[in-house]
């Protein structure tokens, strides 16, 4: 018998806010936004209030500023005279002093990221009336600040220390929203790509969020994400260790008397069918074997976590050369609380 197939794009956005609130790493910041009160089914609202609420915590403490060289037309010297550009005007009967200086200013990287996509979202079609209200007043208290042209290398380019790290969690947010923008067909608007639907953004998402999860919520295991060597007789030659293939695991939890290795999947259908009957999928329950046949914890155990949309749990279990394996899945459509419970009673 085939089971019904799950519909991962019901996972309630409130549960996606806090799925990339652990894989983010940024947990407390995110409470800091009430998700409670948004639209279960819209999440470009949902991340139009984040970007709401993020961005006026930071103007409420203040923009962050820092030096910035700038090179102008001055009266009297100031900083360092660029003696080319001033001989230049000169000579063109144009007689002027250009220096180049440094001046704190809060139009630095990390404040124009944030105006500029605060902007796009005003433009976004799906942004609910209110929400694009409230992002216009935002907009505008971020006066001085330009808008920059937004590529994906910009983030790669924001530099947070100790003191500005408060930015960290609105600039993922940033960046989440815009992977999801898209140019829509009007000149200068965009749509909102529900990334529910997008199988390997939500499968990096499901295992950061998982791994972060047990990290912060439970002390018996130490996590980690770690390399497994292969358990060689020691003949190989180095030529043929180099053929193997690394085996890394999406997470490891060890304690002094116990090891579970954890691979995390994100499938719309966690089976495979043979001749209409379900198995379990070949390739993944011979990599979970794999990496607990070959680690050197005695009786390590391994587990394929599946996300489901569906209160029928699933747990399958089966003790193969001695070591346990199984397989299930976690409800991401249920309250917070029971995600949490439930996630926890897999490692007891």
Known sequence: MISEKPDLTKIPVQNIYYLLSYSWDKLEEAKQTPVSQTNKENLSTLFAKVLINGASRILKRGL???????????????????????FNRTFMRKPALICQF??????????????????????CSEVDREAANDLRKIYRRFDG???????KRLFGR???????????????????????????????????????????????LFEGFVRNFYAKEQTSFKVASEFVDWDLSGFESSKDKAML???????????????????????????????????????????????IMND????????????????????????????????????LNQNWADIHNELIDILN
């Open 145 to 151: 600040v330009d808008e920059i042209d937004m590529n």
């Open 64 to 86: 962050d500023s820092d030096y910035i060289q700038k090179e102008e037309m001055v009266s009297r010297i100031r900083g360092q005279i660029c003696f080319t550009e001033s």
């Open 102 to 123: 440094d001046e704190f200013d809060n139009n630095i990287l990390h404040n124009q990221i944030i105006k500029t996509t605060i902007r796009r979202m005003i433009r």
């Open 296 to 331: 050197p914890f005695e009786n390590c155990e391994g587990i394929l976590l599946y996300p489901s949309a569906s209160e029928n749990k699933v747990n399958h279990q089966w003790i193969i050369k001695g070591r346990r394996i199984s397989l299930q899945t976690v409800n």
């Open 158 to 204: 924001v530099c947070l220390n100790r003191n500005n790290s408060y930015y960290a969690f609105l600039i993922n947010v940033c960046e989440l929203i815009y992977d999801c923008l898209l140019p829509s067909e009007e000149a200068g608007r965009f749509l909102f790509n529900d990334f529910r639907r997008d199988h390997q953004a939500m499968a990096k």
């Open 245 to 291: 293939p690394d085996m890394r695991t999406d997470i490891s939890l060890t304690s002094s008397g116990r090891k579970i290795i954890m691979d995390t999947k994100f499938y719309t259908r966690m089976f495979q069918n043979y001749y209409e009957i379900e198995k379990a999928r070949s390739k993944n329950l011979y990599q979970i074997f794999a990496y």
